[in-house]
Protein backbone atom coordinates (compact mmCIF):
# COMPACT_ATOMS: atom_id res chain seq x y z
CA UNK A 1 0.00 0.00 0.00
CA UNK A 2 1.14 3.10 -0.88
CA UNK A 3 2.02 5.48 2.08
CA UNK A 4 -0.42 8.38 3.09
CA UNK A 5 1.65 11.38 3.12
CA UNK A 6 1.30 13.96 5.55
CA UNK A 7 -0.69 17.72 5.27
CA UNK A 8 0.94 20.81 5.74
CA UNK A 9 -1.31 23.09 7.72
CA UNK A 10 -1.45 26.77 7.61
CA UNK A 11 -2.31 28.38 10.72
CA UNK A 12 -3.85 31.49 12.15
CA UNK A 13 -2.98 32.42 15.72
CA UNK A 14 -4.16 35.46 17.76
CA UNK A 15 -2.49 38.97 17.37
CA UNK A 16 -2.42 40.32 20.62
CA UNK A 17 -5.49 38.75 22.30
CA UNK A 18 -5.19 34.86 22.77
CA UNK A 19 -8.78 34.94 23.41
CA UNK A 20 -8.89 35.14 19.73
CA UNK A 21 -7.57 31.76 19.45
CA UNK A 22 -9.46 29.51 17.65
CA UNK A 23 -10.86 25.84 19.00
CA UNK A 24 -10.08 24.50 15.44
CA UNK A 25 -6.48 26.09 15.71
CA UNK A 26 -6.16 24.89 19.00
CA UNK A 27 -6.98 20.94 18.34
CA UNK A 28 -4.75 20.93 14.76
CA UNK A 29 -1.34 22.15 17.08
CA UNK A 30 -1.69 19.93 19.74
CA UNK A 31 -1.81 17.11 16.99
CA UNK A 32 0.63 17.54 14.32
CA UNK A 33 3.78 16.38 14.61
CA UNK A 34 5.97 18.82 13.83
CA UNK A 35 4.92 22.97 14.00
CA UNK A 36 7.23 25.09 11.84
CA UNK A 37 7.55 28.44 13.84
CA UNK A 38 8.21 32.00 12.99
CA UNK A 39 10.12 32.29 16.10
CA UNK A 40 10.15 29.20 18.81
CA UNK A 41 10.04 31.33 21.91
CA UNK A 42 6.94 33.36 20.96
CA UNK A 43 5.26 29.97 19.89
CA UNK A 44 6.16 28.37 22.72
CA UNK A 45 4.62 30.85 24.69
CA UNK A 46 1.54 30.72 23.34
CA UNK A 47 1.57 26.85 23.19
CA UNK A 48 2.30 27.46 27.33
CA UNK A 49 -1.10 29.12 27.95
CA UNK A 50 -2.83 26.84 25.87
CA UNK A 51 -1.23 23.56 27.64
CA UNK A 52 -0.34 22.20 24.47
CA UNK A 53 2.94 20.09 24.05
CA UNK A 54 4.45 19.94 20.59
CA UNK A 55 7.95 19.73 18.60
CA UNK A 56 9.40 22.95 17.73
CA UNK A 57 11.14 23.83 14.73
CA UNK A 58 12.40 27.21 13.74
CA UNK A 59 11.84 27.79 10.14
CA UNK A 60 12.01 31.81 9.00
CA UNK A 61 12.95 34.31 6.19
CA UNK A 62 16.92 33.41 7.56
CA UNK A 63 16.83 29.72 7.63
CA UNK A 64 14.21 28.54 4.98
CA UNK A 65 16.34 27.24 1.84
CA UNK A 66 17.75 24.94 4.55
CA UNK A 67 15.06 23.76 6.48
CA UNK A 68 12.15 23.62 3.84
CA UNK A 69 13.55 20.08 2.45
CA UNK A 70 13.00 18.66 5.98
CA UNK A 71 9.66 20.09 6.37
CA UNK A 72 9.03 18.16 3.04
CA UNK A 73 10.51 15.03 3.96
CA UNK A 74 8.32 14.75 6.96
CA UNK A 75 5.33 15.66 4.66
CA UNK A 76 6.54 13.13 2.44
CA UNK A 77 6.62 10.45 5.10
CA UNK A 78 3.27 10.86 6.14
CA UNK A 79 3.80 13.63 9.08
CA UNK A 80 1.52 16.73 9.66
CA UNK A 81 3.24 19.99 10.59
CA UNK A 82 1.89 23.06 11.14
CA UNK A 83 3.09 26.30 9.53
CA UNK A 84 2.58 29.44 12.09
CA UNK A 85 4.22 32.75 12.59
CA UNK A 86 4.75 35.26 15.42
CA UNK A 87 1.02 36.55 15.48
CA UNK A 88 -2.16 36.58 12.84
CA UNK A 89 -1.63 34.69 9.35
CA UNK A 90 1.24 32.88 8.15
CA UNK A 91 2.53 34.61 4.65
CA UNK A 92 0.81 37.69 5.02
CA UNK A 93 4.31 39.92 5.23
CA UNK A 94 5.66 36.60 7.08
CA UNK A 95 7.67 33.49 5.73
CA UNK A 96 6.15 30.54 4.35
CA UNK A 97 5.12 31.31 0.57
CA UNK A 98 7.98 29.55 -0.99
CA UNK A 99 7.06 25.96 1.60
CA UNK A 100 3.65 26.33 0.20
CA UNK A 101 4.80 26.68 -3.43
CA UNK A 102 6.72 23.27 -2.98
CA UNK A 103 4.55 21.37 -1.46
CA UNK A 104 1.71 22.33 -3.87
CA UNK A 105 4.24 21.33 -6.53
CA UNK A 106 4.58 18.12 -4.90
CA UNK A 107 0.92 17.51 -4.80
CA UNK A 108 0.59 17.51 -1.24
CA UNK A 109 -2.21 18.60 0.87
CA UNK A 110 -2.15 22.62 2.37
CA UNK A 111 -5.27 23.26 4.43
CA UNK A 112 -5.70 26.78 5.86
CA UNK A 113 -7.01 27.30 9.53
CA UNK A 114 -8.17 30.81 9.13
CA UNK A 115 -8.16 33.33 12.14
CA UNK A 116 -6.50 36.95 13.23
CA UNK A 117 -5.01 39.19 10.47
CA UNK A 118 -4.13 42.39 11.62
CA UNK A 119 -4.72 43.98 8.25
CA UNK A 120 -8.41 42.69 7.54
CA UNK A 121 -8.95 43.72 11.62
CA UNK A 122 -7.77 47.13 11.07
CA UNK A 123 -9.56 47.98 8.31
CA UNK A 124 -13.08 46.40 9.75
CA UNK A 125 -12.81 49.13 12.11
CA UNK A 126 -11.14 51.58 10.45
CA UNK A 127 -14.11 53.71 8.99
CA UNK A 128 -12.33 53.49 5.30
CA UNK A 129 -13.79 51.89 1.76
CA UNK A 130 -13.39 47.92 2.20
CA UNK A 131 -14.79 47.06 -1.04
CA UNK A 132 -11.19 47.58 -2.62
CA UNK A 133 -8.05 47.29 -1.08
CA UNK A 134 -4.56 47.01 -1.39
CA UNK A 135 -1.94 45.38 1.14
CA UNK A 136 1.49 46.79 0.42
CA UNK A 137 3.28 44.96 4.00
CA UNK A 138 6.29 47.09 5.09
CA UNK A 139 7.52 50.21 3.39
CA UNK A 140 11.10 50.46 2.34
CA UNK A 141 13.00 52.30 4.81
CA UNK A 142 14.69 54.78 3.08
CA UNK A 143 12.96 58.05 2.18
CA UNK A 144 13.66 57.87 -1.97
CA UNK A 145 12.85 54.23 -1.93
CA UNK A 146 9.55 54.68 0.25
CA UNK A 147 8.30 57.73 -2.01
CA UNK A 148 8.97 56.05 -4.99
CA UNK A 149 6.96 52.87 -3.82
CA UNK A 150 4.17 55.49 -2.55
CA UNK A 151 4.33 56.54 -6.23
CA UNK A 152 3.43 53.75 -7.58
CA UNK A 153 0.45 53.07 -5.90
CA UNK A 154 -0.66 57.13 -5.91
CA UNK A 155 -3.47 56.42 -8.28
CA UNK A 156 -5.21 53.35 -6.68
CA UNK A 157 -8.83 53.84 -5.73
CA UNK A 158 -9.12 51.30 -3.11
CA UNK A 159 -8.03 51.74 0.15
CA UNK A 160 -4.23 51.56 1.24
CA UNK A 161 -2.49 49.18 3.84
CA UNK A 162 0.87 49.02 4.96
CA UNK A 163 2.40 48.15 7.82
CA UNK A 164 5.15 50.25 9.84
CA UNK A 165 6.97 50.13 12.77
CA UNK A 166 6.22 52.94 14.91
CA UNK A 167 9.13 54.31 15.30
CA UNK A 168 9.69 55.37 11.44
CA UNK A 169 5.61 56.76 11.08
CA UNK A 170 6.30 59.88 11.64
CA UNK A 171 9.02 59.76 8.50
CA UNK A 172 6.05 57.47 6.30
CA UNK A 173 3.09 59.97 7.67
CA UNK A 174 5.47 62.70 6.08
CA UNK A 175 6.23 60.97 2.82
CA UNK A 176 2.45 59.79 2.33
CA UNK A 177 1.59 63.42 2.73
CA UNK A 178 4.41 64.77 0.55
CA UNK A 179 3.47 61.84 -2.56
CA UNK A 180 -0.50 61.31 -1.99
CA UNK A 181 -1.15 64.55 -0.80
CA UNK A 182 -2.21 65.73 2.27
CA UNK A 183 -6.18 65.73 1.91
CA UNK A 184 -5.71 61.79 2.40
CA UNK A 185 -7.52 60.01 5.04
CA UNK A 186 -5.48 58.23 7.21
CA UNK A 187 -6.37 55.94 10.24
CA UNK A 188 -3.21 54.32 12.44
CA UNK A 189 -4.30 51.24 14.39
CA UNK A 190 -2.39 49.63 16.76
CA UNK A 191 -2.07 47.57 19.66
CA UNK A 192 -4.80 45.81 17.68
CA UNK A 193 -7.02 43.41 19.99
CA UNK A 194 -5.00 44.45 23.11
CA UNK A 195 -5.94 45.79 26.44
CA UNK A 196 -4.73 50.00 25.19
CA UNK A 197 -5.57 49.31 21.90
CA UNK A 198 -6.24 52.85 19.34
CA UNK A 199 -7.34 54.01 16.35
CA UNK A 200 -6.37 57.37 15.50
CA UNK A 201 -8.45 59.12 12.64
CA UNK A 202 -6.89 62.13 10.65
CA UNK A 203 -4.42 63.57 7.96
CA UNK A 204 -1.07 62.90 7.68
CA UNK A 205 0.08 66.46 9.04
CA UNK A 206 -2.72 66.05 11.82
CA UNK A 207 -1.35 62.78 12.62
CA UNK A 208 1.96 63.96 12.62
CA UNK A 209 1.20 66.37 15.26
CA UNK A 210 -0.08 63.13 17.59
CA UNK A 211 2.14 61.14 17.46
CA UNK A 212 5.15 63.84 18.02
CA UNK A 213 3.19 64.96 21.18
CA UNK A 214 2.37 61.18 22.70
CA UNK A 215 5.59 58.90 22.63
CA UNK A 216 3.36 56.26 24.10
CA UNK A 217 2.23 55.79 19.90
CA UNK A 218 5.78 55.75 18.71
CA UNK A 219 6.40 52.52 20.46
CA UNK A 220 5.19 49.01 18.76
CA UNK A 221 4.13 48.18 14.97
CA UNK A 222 1.11 49.69 13.39
CA UNK A 223 -1.12 48.90 10.72
CA UNK A 224 -1.77 52.45 8.78
CA UNK A 225 -4.86 52.39 6.42
CA UNK A 226 -4.94 55.09 3.71
CA UNK A 227 -7.82 56.56 1.42
CA UNK A 228 -7.62 55.29 -1.90
CA UNK A 229 -7.94 57.96 -4.63
CA UNK A 230 -11.16 59.50 -5.74
CA UNK A 231 -10.77 59.46 -9.50
CA UNK A 232 -13.15 61.39 -11.46
CA UNK A 233 -14.30 59.26 -14.20
CA UNK A 234 -12.48 61.24 -17.40
CA UNK A 235 -9.55 60.87 -14.41
CA UNK A 236 -9.82 57.73 -14.66
CA UNK A 237 -9.43 57.32 -18.45
CA UNK A 238 -6.90 59.53 -18.53
CA UNK A 239 -5.20 57.23 -16.77
CA UNK A 240 -5.63 54.19 -18.55
CA UNK A 241 -4.81 56.34 -21.42
CA UNK A 242 -1.53 57.03 -19.95
CA UNK A 243 -0.93 53.24 -19.31
CA UNK A 244 -1.15 52.19 -22.88
CA UNK A 245 0.97 55.06 -24.46
CA UNK A 246 3.59 54.52 -22.31
CA UNK A 247 3.49 50.93 -22.79
CA UNK A 248 2.96 51.23 -26.91
CA UNK A 249 5.04 54.04 -26.81
CA UNK A 250 8.28 51.97 -25.70
CA UNK A 251 8.39 49.68 -28.97
CA UNK A 252 6.46 52.44 -31.29
CA UNK A 253 6.73 55.21 -32.84
CA UNK A 254 3.84 57.65 -31.31
CA UNK A 255 1.70 57.84 -34.48
CA UNK A 256 1.89 53.91 -34.68
CA UNK A 257 1.05 53.51 -30.56
CA UNK A 258 -1.68 55.92 -31.34
CA UNK A 259 -3.54 53.96 -33.66
CA UNK A 260 -3.21 50.38 -31.27
CA UNK A 261 -4.08 52.77 -27.88
CA UNK A 262 -7.18 53.98 -29.50
CA UNK A 263 -8.46 50.77 -30.83
CA UNK A 264 -7.76 48.98 -26.92
CA UNK A 265 -9.12 52.53 -25.58
CA UNK A 266 -11.50 53.56 -27.64
CA UNK A 267 -10.34 57.15 -27.47
CA UNK A 268 -9.99 59.49 -30.22
CA UNK A 269 -6.79 59.51 -31.86
CA UNK A 270 -5.89 63.74 -31.60
CA UNK A 271 -6.40 63.20 -28.10
CA UNK A 272 -4.45 60.10 -27.40
CA UNK A 273 -1.79 62.12 -29.86
CA UNK A 274 -1.63 65.51 -27.41
CA UNK A 275 -1.84 63.02 -24.85
CA UNK A 276 1.47 61.28 -26.26
CA UNK A 277 3.08 64.45 -26.94
CA UNK A 278 3.07 65.79 -23.55
CA UNK A 279 4.20 62.70 -22.05
CA UNK A 280 7.21 63.42 -24.19
CA UNK A 281 6.90 60.20 -26.58
CA UNK A 282 6.78 61.91 -29.90
CA UNK A 283 10.36 62.10 -31.71
CA UNK A 284 11.22 63.22 -35.23
CA UNK A 285 9.79 61.22 -36.78
CA UNK A 286 6.07 61.83 -35.43
Not at 31 to 45: C, G, Q, S, Y
Not at 268 to 280: F, Q, V
Request: aromatic share 4%; net charge negative; hydrophobic share 45%.
Amino acid sequence: MQQQRGILYVVATPIGNLADMTERARKILSEVALIAAEDTRETLHLLNHFGIMATLVAYHDHNESRVAPRLLADLEAGRDVALVSDAGTPLINDPGYSLVAAARERGLTVVPVPGANAAICALSAAGLPSDRFLFLGFPPRTRAQRRSWLGEVANEPGTLILYESAKRALATLEDLGAVLGEHRRVVLARELTKRFETFLFGQPRDLIARLAADPEQQLGELVILVEGRNLAPDEGERIEQERVLRILGEALPLRQAVDLAARLTGARKNTLYRLGLDLGLGGADD
